[in-house]
């Protein structure tokens, strides 16, 4: 199993970026997929998965409204648009595989993460 995600960088606040994540080693489509997020001396949080059943989303509140998430199964990819940035997102972003709930998720297999810094 490997999940490769992409796409981080640095950008002023309100600005936009689109993170992706690259899964082979397993059937991709029956799988869930979600982003996780780590910022300096906080614990991980949950921002966003898609569920590889019937590709339902849930987001975390802090981003939904701005981010949104999808996935395409003949490419094997998961990605995350990211608009209206703040400074509170800057973080390492981690795509992972698991299980895809509100308030439940779990992920058995993380990919290396991906920095976004937010700032002017």
């Known amino acids: 199993v490997q999940l490769q995600a992409s796409g981080g960088g640095l950008v002023q606040p309100g600005g936009s970026l689109r993170l992706s994540c690259a899964a082979s080693g397993f059937t991709f489509d029956q799988y869930d997929i979600g982003w996780v997020r780590q910022a300096p001396g906080k614990e991980r949080e949950g921002v966003s998965c898609v569920r590889g059943s019937d590709g339902s989303t849930i987001y975390a509140g802090t981003v939904k409204g701005r981010f949104t998430i999808s996935r395409d199964n003949a490419k094997n990819t998961v990605y995350l648009q990211m608009n209206s940035l703040k400074p509170e997102d800057t973080a390492v972003y981690y795509c992972?595989?698991?299980?895809?709930?509100?308030?439940?998720?779990?992920?058995?297999?993380w990919g290396q993460g991906t920095q976004v810094t937010v700032s002017s």
């Open positions: 992972a595989r698991g299980f895809c709930a509100v308030n439940a998720a779990s992920w058995d297999n």
